[in-house]
């Protein structure tokens, strides 16, 4: 799933937002969390964002290799340093701090 495409970036390539989120099927934290991320890059990142969703129930080993111990789990690969955050991404407020987004 990869980020908007009628709205135009204005980041630099380097800074646009790349996010790895692990799931559990259709969990219902799982839909939240795809839900609740969608809709903060709508918000905050329009076209500037790439989501990965990562199924464990589909490929549970994946989990053991990135070090994955609960779901769901959301990585923010880039810019800057990685970030984690557990839970359903229902705090909108929590999510855009702990992204570096106002």
């Known amino acids: ?19 790895r989120l692990y799931v559990t099927g259709s969990a219902p ?4 969390a795809i839900a609740n991320l969608n809709d903060v890059c709508q918000r905050h990142l329009p076209g500037c964002h790439h989501i990965e969703i990562i199924d464990l129930r589909r490929d549970p080993q994946r989990a053991l290799a990135d ?7 959301l990585v923010k ?26």
């Open 1 to 19: 799933m990869s980020g908007s495409k009628d709205t135009e970036c204005n980041l630099s390539a380097s800074d646009t937002y790349a996010f």
């Open 29 to 32: 934290n799982s839909v939240l």
């Open 67 to 73: 070090g994955i111990m609960i779901t769901p789990t």
């Open 77 to 102: 690969l880039t810019p800057g340093q990685e970030v984690r955050i557990v839970g359903s991404l229902s705090d909108q407020a929590v999510i855009l701090a702990n992204l570096g987004l106002k």
